[in-house]
């Protein structure tokens, strides 16, 4: 069995921990998302209970990627640094129930299975760090912007007053 599959229920019960790097271009879904795949992520799994004695993994992911600015179209590194509690349950149902139980929006609550793959683990977390709307705080060429800005667009009812005019 791979090194990255994992039973997460007796991975939990034995408070097993693993952490590695991982590079971006491992991870298909994250390379696409990134102006470039270089990077490289370091990420953390801990298994345990949570205080109600549900099984639970905690996964941290941290490093920087290269993503697109939306204000500027130019790629800048994004520092990702996330954490999650994820608790197990058996089936739908029952993590309906917890998830109703433990009444928390900090704690995700899956269907654990005997052969979880940390791998999409890890690429759902760092994804989901990312931001919907990526920008760099203040842009390194405002003039580009500053020309868009002011070049003045020529109405679509101009035509139509020229021709009023003939």
Known sequence: ???????????????????????????SRLADESADRSGVLHWVLIGGVDS????QLTMSVTGAIKIMCQRCLTP???DIDAESVLVLAKDEESADEIDALLDNDEIDVIVGTK???IIELIEDEALLALPLSP????????????GLK????????AMLKNLKQQ
């Not at 109600?52 to 099984?55: A, I, S, W």
């Open 1 to 27: 069995m791979s090194a990255f599959i994992i039973d997460a229920f007796e991975y939990s019960r034995h408070k097993e921990r693993r952490e590695g790097e991982i590079a971006v271009a491992d991870l």
């Open 52 to 55: 109600l004695g549900h099984p």
């Open 76 to 78: 800048f590194a994004f």
């Open 115 to 117: 052969s979880l793959n």
């Open 135 to 146: 920008k760099h705080p203040v842009c390194p060429d405002p003039s580009a912007l500053e």
């Open 150 to 157: 002011s070049s003045k667009k020529e109405s679509p009812f």
